[in-house]
């Protein structure tokens, strides 16, 4: 087995190390022979000196690297990282992540970790890549099966990495947890893309106990958002974060603001059940322009709810701006529907009212981009 291992391990390195100067060659130039116990070894001066940590750095993680008495180990694994990719400044910021990582065995746990990565297709760049991220499940011998998992799941390298970045997914409990999620998450009618794209913004959702999971489920139901609706993921996602009470208060400030009638409510929530997560203050804001500047009719509102996820001073304002411009100034002569104007593509909107007024409207472009800034330009403030 240890023949075997080696045998792994020479096969890596050498199919990753491209250059006679490669990274390779460089760590283990920097690094402290490989000699026996040294008396006068510093683990702190070591992750400064060989490893790149800042002083700080080195204070936080050397009390976990205490037990070691000589540079062998370490720089076994700083030469494998570099190996396989990682520059100076990826390496220290994974020891500085993981100092322990700077223990594992090269020969028994890393080497056939990269070998079982690749087995499955991912290239040297995308290896050192999921290093980086200096989780300490790298150094386990399940990690090669676990990601395997995730990266079907995911449906490629870059979503995996997304959902990675701020979370825990790799320590989940895969066959207790993740995978009956998964399963349920599936019952109720989403495709795997979905959850993955679920994931991604809302990386506790494979993490949730399924039993949560469930009352979420009923909740979004609740809110008249059936399973396999278009809009089931996104319900899904904005009750997960509030409690009863708050989705009722919530609820309630949606009647208020927009003068709306409990059937109305459910009608906002079935067709745009994300507006759940707008605070209150944005909600107010919005709910001042379109019915007091703009004149819009609660009934308007209730059915053409998704212009209500638009930034109103990026987006809904200045736009509204530019449309009653060119009706003052003759240079549209019918009335354009509101939703239209707020939900075409900026490309779109740029084409039909701005492009096309260049020469009666020298200004308009600037004028606009100046509005999306926030501010409100001169041509711009009706009487």
Not at 299 to 313: D, F, V
Request: net charge positive; hydrophobic share 45%; proline share 6%.
């Amino acid at each position: 087995m240890l023949r075997l291992h080696r045998g792994v391990l020479a096969q890596v390195l050498s199919s990753l190390s491209a250059s006679p100067v490669s990274p390779l060659h460089r760590l283990i130039s920097a690094a402290a022979p490989a000699i026996s116990p040294n008396p006068s070894f510093s683990v702190e001066e070591y992750l400064v000196s060989t490893c790149g940590l800042t002083r700080p750095q080195a204070l936080k993680a050397s009390p976990k690297l205490s037990h070691l008495k000589s540079p062998d180990k370490p720089d076994a694994v700083l030469a494998f990282l570099a190996g396989i990719g990682l520059s100076a400044a990826d390496v220290a910021a994974v020891v500085a992540k993981d100092p322990q990582l700077l223990c594992a065995g090269v020969e028994s746990i890393l080497a056939p970790n990269v070998a079982a990565l690749a087995g499955v297709g991912l290239s040297r760049s995308d290896i050192a890549r999921l290093f980086s991220l200096g989780r300490s499940q790298f150094r386990s011998r399940a990690m090669a099966s676990t990601l395997h998992y995730y990266l079907h799941l995911f449906g490629s390298l870059e979503n995996l990495l997304r959902a990675l970045k701020y979370g825990s997914l790799l320590s989940s409990d895969i066959e207790g947890v993740v995978k009956p999620n998964v399963a349920f998450l599936q019952e109720c009618g989403l495709a795997t893309c979905d959850i993955a794209k679920l994931c991604i913004s809302w990386r506790y959702l494979l993490q949730t106990n399924p039993d949560r999971l469930r009352e979420m489920v009923a909740c979004a139901e609740g809110l008249g958002v059936p399973r396999g609706s278009p809009m089931f993921r996104h319900a899904l996602r904005a009750v997960a974060f509030l409690s009863e009470e708050k989705l009722t208060t919530k609820l309630e400030h949606l009647k208020k603001m927009f003068r709306l009638s409990d059937a109305e409510v459910g009608i906002v929530i079935s067709k745009a059940p994300a507006v759940l997560l707008k605070t209150k203050e944005s909600l107010q804001r919005r709910s001042e322009f379109l019915m007091s500047e703009v004149g819009l009719e609660p009934t308007y509102i209730a059915y053409r709810p998704a212009m209500l996820m638009y930034s109103l001073e990026g987006r809904i304002r200045p736009r509204y701006y530019v449309v009653k411009f060119l009706k003052q100034n003759g240079l549209i002569d019918h009335d354009r529907d509101f939703f239209n104007t707020v939900m075409v593509s900026e490309k779109v909107f740029m084409e039909r009212f701005i492009c096309p007024h260049k020469k009666a409207a020298p200004h308009l472009a600037e004028d606009y981009a100046t509005a999306c800034r926030g501010e409100v330009p001169a041509r711009f403030s009706f009487t």
